[in-house]
Every structure is written in C-alpha cells, then in structure tokens.
C-alpha cells in the first residue's frame, strides 16, 4: 500500500499537514491568550495591591 504512494502527492499532504498544525497550534495559543493572561493582566493592573514594585525589583535584580 505504501508503495503505491506518489511522491509528489505525499509531498503536497505533508505540507498541507505541516501548514494546517502550525495554524492550528497558532489559534490555541492566541485563544489562551485571549481568554486566560489578558483578564489576569487587567486585574492585576487594577488591583490597589497590584504587584508592580515586585515585578520591578524583580527587573532591577536581573539587570
């Protein structure tokens, strides 16, 4: 049965493959996004105890 395959219609579904993973794991990473870190990040923003002078300290430690 594997012999029977053409090459260049193997070639063409393996692109089709390759195309349509890296688009579909480029649309679960946005949702994620979207849906998950963009709300966390607007409430923390608007918190009073927001974590910014930790998240600063944090920076000037690594520089």
């Not at 594997?2 to 946005?30: C, H, M, P």
């Amino acid at each position: 049965m594997l012999k029977n395959i053409r090459k260049d219609k193997f070639e063409f579904g393996q692109s089709l493959y390759l195309i349509g993973g890296t688009g579909a794991a480029l649309f679960v990473w946005f949702l994620r996004l979207c849906y998950y870190q963009v709300p966390k990040w607007f409430q923390m923003w608007a918190s009073k105890w927001n974590g910014q002078m930790k998240h600063g300290k944090f920076i000037a430690l690594l520089l």
